[in-house]
């Protein structure tokens, strides 16, 4: 098929589409449009937001969402699941091929769901089933409440181990105020504090001195690569479960830029993800394991799931079927590649980058050396058009909320088609906003985080200039929603 006839379908099923929201709720309809707008006329540098495919949108739109189909492919709870049970084994099946996986299960509905179904596939393959075992029962339903109460205990104080939230971890890797940190008896690893780069030997030290269950790999805002075979050692000598969760990097595995040592999936016992972010899916999650915690993975569902979302598994089949084609690789390739012009036109700026530099998808940069705070920063950066998110930098003296740092990516803008050039340019107008910035003060005359002011005219230059790049590369061409 053509793309001018693929745009003119894709343009008249989203007006069809519209029309037909409006005809309920037309604010639903407007501000649906105001989105593209928005997404249009802006520099989406959110390293955990992309642009999803068309055929991967419209695949959400269906009657899949009206099924329910608690269980698993040919175990369902409810009748009538045949339909089901086919996009979830195609979701499953890509998954799979796309990542070498021995198992893939596509039925979580997000990144924290995905990490709660390996928690607890964890707990019960390594607490649970050797408990149950040595009570002389085959599953909870057997247990007296003695013993329910033994295996409770049990399961509720294990050892957990992840990277911290200032070092560029993520908050369900232990972080107390979400439920791994209170899932968990949990202990944190940082980065070289010289350096910003992980220290394996220090890790193995840790690992050695408080013996985790798990011990979770992968990051949010650590802008470098990982050793998962190195991981792997540390979790085999004190016997813990290597869990790495991918989200953010997940397409840079499908594309195959990191492979080797860099490639979680062989090494990991379990590798979670989202199916967005750098994998350019539908807003989802997903669990990969060895055979072994398989059967454990594969009762997510009652275990902490209930329904799964057939639609959005039914899109990020379609997601994962194009991720296996051979221009996905090459799109990968660019996201690293305009991560390091990204930085490298911060670095001869004179902007301060956390691990001085990226190897991934991300890049960190500390707004500090500029006056301000995270916050300061990304407002300011957003009243130029220019939408990033606030960040913790390792050791962050402003804290999670506040922050030092504002975190950077480029899976999307490699979506519209931005490469070295337009990724200077980006990072010589976000260092015009943060030079062109100054913090505010409070009522009692104290210097603020959170307010500022952006100088005269500055936000109407940059957006102007940020208009010429992006009109060069449009988002979604063809799609017309006139």
Avoid at 30 to 40: F, G, K, M, S
Avoid at 150 to 163: A, F, P, S, T, V
């Amino acid at each position: 098929m053509s793309d001018d006839r693929t745009s003119a379908l894709t343009s008249s099923a989203y007006q069809q589409a519209l029309e037909v929201i409006a005809s309920v709720e037309p604010r639903i309809a407007d501000a649906t449009r105001q989105e593209l707008t928005d997404q249009r006329g802006s520099l989406k540098l959110i390293a955990s937001e992309n642009y999803a495919s068309p055929a991967v949108l419209l695949t959400m739109g269906t009657w899949l969402s009206d099924k329910y189909a608690e269980g698993t492919v040919g175990h369902r709870f409810y009748a009538g699941c045949q339909n089901v049970d086919t996009v979830e084994a195609l979701a499953a099946e890509h998954a799979r091929e796309l990542f070498g996986a021995p198992y893939a299960y596509a039925q979580p509905h997000s990144g924290i769901d995905a990490n709660l179904v390996a928690f607890w596939s964890i707990l019960a393959h390594r607490v649970e089933t050797p408990a149950l075992a040595k009570l002389g029962a085959k599953n909870v339903n057997e247990l007296t409440e003695e013993d329910w109460e033994r295996l409770r205990h049990e399961l509720g104080n294990q050892r957990l181990l992840g990277m911290s939230l200032d070092a560029g971890g993520h908050l369900t890797h232990g972080f107390r105020p979400n439920i791994s940190g209170k899932m968990f008896h949990q202990q944190q690893y940082g980065t070289d504090p010289e350096t910003g780069l992980l220290d394996y030997d220090a890790v193995a030290a840790k690992a050695r001195e408080f013996k985790p269950l798990v011990l979770v790999a992968g990051y949010s805002a650590y802008p470098r690569r990982v050793n998962f075979a190195k991981m792997r050692e540390i979790a085999d000598e004190v016997g813990a479960t290597l869990m790495v969760d991918m989200a953010h990097f997940a397409g840079l595995v499908a594309g195959k830029v990191f492979t080797g040592d860099e490639d979680p999936v062989p090494h990991a016992h379990i590798t979670t993800t989202t199916t967005h972010k750098s994998l350019r899916g539908p807003r989802g999650g997903m669990v990969l394991a060895q055979e072994e915690y398989a059967a454990d993975v594969d009762r997510g569902c009652p275990m902490v799931l209930g329904g799964p979302l057939s639609h959005v598994m039914a899109a990020k089949a379609v997601a994962l079927a194009e991720a296996r084609q051979p221009s996905f690789r090459t799109y990968a390739q660019q996201v690293a590649d305009n991560a390091k012009s990204l930085a490298e036109g911060f670095l001869t700026r004179d902007a301060t980058l956390v691990t001085g530099g990226t190897d991934n998808h991300i890049v960190l940069l500390d707004v500090s050396s500029f006056g301000l705070t995270g916050r300061q920063a990304e407002s300011a950066l957003l009243d130029a058009g220019v939408v990033t998110n606030r960040n913790s930098v390792p050791q962050d003296p402003n804290g999670a909320w506040y922050t030092s740092g504002i975190r950077l990516g480029t899976p999307a803008l490699t979506t519209r088609g931005f490469g070295h050039d337009e990724f200077d340019a980006v990072a010589d107008l976000i260092v015009q906003v943060l030079q062109n910035t100054e913090p505010g003060t409070t009522k009692d005359g104290k210097r603020s985080k959170a307010s500022y002011a952006l100088g005269d005219g500055v936000a109407d230059k940059v957006k102007g200039a940020a208009a010429d790049l992006l009109d060069k590369h449009p988002l979604y061409p063809g799609l017309n929603l006139a």
